[in-house]
């Protein structure tokens, strides 16, 4: 149980683009589900809060009209890098919290993306 | 949330157990120990979270001290897929506070 899956796991895209990556929790509802941000050899670094049916809260210095978060529905959250620039290269992983079950955290595999 | 220290690597031979240990001195009465472990290019994975009881799941076992201001993660015969950054969160709610964890390398 508590499956948490992403789409694409991996992702080229050229300079100006937008990529749209999506998080799915496969057997539970989770009303928040969260977006990190991984670069080489550095620690998650937690980009928004996504609440099913409500704006989602994004941390300082992340641009909210460049990454935009939709959570649509209990299990269903999408990220969407808008014109994308090589600095936005990096892993991006979702989580997801059971609605009710505590503050458990479960993580997706990742999506790799790399702009050229 | 508390700060937490962890030791950045240790080693561990194939079949025995690793210990890793965890410093959170600030932690406050309503917040939890969790574990997470990360393997190279994968999402980080749940491990085992506590209050203040020890915890035991197929996994591995979970050792708060009584004053809660430190905690061991104990894997009890660890295997190379074991080798991953472990990460030591203690959590309120909200969102985890990912450090820098501790990278094991289990050896043959």
């Known amino acids: 149980g508590a499956v948490v899956s992403q789409h694409p796991s991996w992702v080229i895209c050229k300079s100006g683009t937008s990529v749209k990556i999506e998080c799915r929790s496969l057997d539970f509802q989770a009303t928040t589900m969260f977006w990190y941000r991984q670069f080489p050899k550095q620690s998650l670094m937690l980009m928004a809060t996504?609440?099913?049916?409500?704006?989602?809260?994004?941390e300082q210095g992340v641009e909210k009209d460049k990454f935009l978060i939709n959570h649509a529905s209990l299990t269903l959250s999408t990220l969407t890098v808008t014109s994308a620039h090589p600095e936005d290269s990096s892993f991006y992983i979702c989580?997801?919290?059971?609605?009710?079950?505590?503050?458990?955290?479960?993580f997706g595999p990742g999506t790799r993306l790399l702009v050229l | 949330d508390a700060k937490t220290t962890q030791p950045p690597s240790m080693d561990c031979a194939e079949g025995r157990a690793a210990n890793l240990p965890c410093n959170h001195s600030t932690i406050s009465g309503n917040e939890y120990v969790y574990w997470y472990r990360q393997i190279h290019s994968q999402g980080p994975q749940y491990i085992i979270h506590?209050?203040?009881n020890n915890e035991t799941n197929e996994m591995a076992s979970l050792i708060i001290t009584e004053d809660r201001k430190s905690s061991t993660l104990i894997l009890p015969h660890a295997t190379l897929r074991d080798t991953a950054v472990y990460y030591c969160i203690v959590h309120s709610g909200y969102a985890l506070n990912f450090g820098k964890g501790t990278s094991l390398l289990v050896t043959p």
């Open positions: 996504s609440n099913e049916g409500s704006k989602a809260t994004y």
């Open positions: 506590g209050l203040k």
């Open positions: 989580s997801a919290r059971e609605s009710g079950r505590g503050e458990t955290q479960y």
